[in-house]
């Protein structure tokens, strides 16, 4: 029985950065790997579609069973799919979780399977939420004293009220998907309780991973909030005045997902009352304004939207691509698989 052959269009840059050698080989093993470099411009959602690339691409899928597409690679298109008759699975390595280059309907409609894994950055933006969760929760704002080089007394070292623990506190996650499955796994060890918004995620999960579903506004009442919702029609501006009006006196509030998620000047308004912590790693704009209130305010915590940039996300896009291949190939499913449902909770619907 003849190897299923896989194409890989991405950029040089790409290749260099992202396909390692050990897992090209490792893919090797079971297909007839081949690679095309593209320059098509990079953009998370809209990628442009030119006619002479497209027929370019078109040739290239003809013969393949598995195609591959990131950075640097055009867009899968109906034409693409009518070309590449032999195709049983596409995939993205890296299209912020939901396939920005591979038209999903098309690939519905021609029987074709759809993976992303995009998730790789979803597991270090985990640990990063958990992190500014602890920083939150030991109120943060000594930090700046010491780098403004005020001297500081025994007191000083005390935070005013005292900094706190999150051993045994509730957890509210706006979003139930790749980060927040890894970011219930670190807080086992906290033994916290944790409540989740999220109207497209099945249900199942809370019995699965002890967790429960609740409405926005109970999540929103927990000790720490962190909210790891994508960027949707839907979710944008989805936390505004009367969202951000349900935190309780002292709560942490932390954004590890979309700026867009958050309305900044309400955001503002309810930082300026001093009654919750806030810590930010997602902003509207990107990055966030020079002049941005938030900048100068005691309690919030601020960094550049770092939570998924790692050295080792990078070329993990691939790795977990190649172990949905070795699935696939071997009788069962891919887990990363683009699914209705998947869809539906991109677009809002």
Not at 246 to 253: I, Q, S
Request: hydrophobic share 45%.
């Amino acid at each position: 029985m003849s190897k299923p052959k896989v194409g890989i269009a991405c950029s040089a840059a790409t290749r260099e950065l992202y396909l390692e050698k050990r897992d090209l080989e490792r893919l090797g093993k079971i297909a007839e790997v081949v690679i095309e470099e593209y320059d098509v411009p990079t953009d998370w959602v809209n990628i442009p579609v030119d006619p002479e690339v497209e027929k370019r691409f078109a040739k290239f899928a003809a013969d393949l069973d598995v195609l591959i597409v990131c950075h640097g690679g055009p867009r899968i298109t109906k034409a693409v799919f009518d070309a590449g008759k032999k195709l049983k699975v596409v995939g993205e390595l890296e299209g912020d979780r939901f396939a920005g280059r591979i038209d999903v309907q098309a690939a519905k409609d021609a029987g074709v399977m759809v993976v992303d894994t995009t998730h790789s950055s979803s597991w270090p933006v985990s640990e990063w939420a958990l992190a500014l969760t602890l920083v939150g929760l030991r109120e943060h704002a000594r930090f700046r004293d010491i780098i403004a080089g005020k001297a500081m007394s025994h007191d000083d070292y005390r935070t005013k009220p005292p900094a706190r623990e999150l051993t045994g506190r509730t957890v509210g996650m706006i979003g139930f998907g790749h980060i927040a499955w890894r970011l219930r796994e670190f807080l086992v060890p906290f033994r916290t309780e944790i409540l989740a918004f999220d109207p497209y995620a099945p249900r199942e999960l809370a019995d699965a991973l002890d967790i429960n579903f609740a409405s926005l506004e109970k999540v929103m009442g927990c000790d720490v909030v962190i909210c790891l919702a994508p960027d949707t029609p839907k979710t944008r501006d989805m936390i505004s005045e009367r969202e951000l009006g349900w935190l309780k006196p002292g709560a942490v509030f932390v954004n590890v997902s979309r700026g867009v998620c958050v309305n900044v000047p309400a955001l503002i308004a309810k930082a300026k009352k001093e009654d919750a912590w806030f810590c930010l790693d997602a902003h509207n704009p990107e990055p966030i304004a020079v002049d941005s209130p938030l900048r100068q305010m005691r309690n919030v915590f601020l960094s550049p939207h770092i939570g998924g940039m790692t050295e080792e996300a990078q070329p993990r896009f691939f790795t977990l691509m190649v172990e949905e291949l070795e699935r696939w190939h071997a009788g069962a499913e891919p887990r990363a698989q683009i699914t209705d449902r998947v869809v539906a909770g991109r677009s809002g619907n």
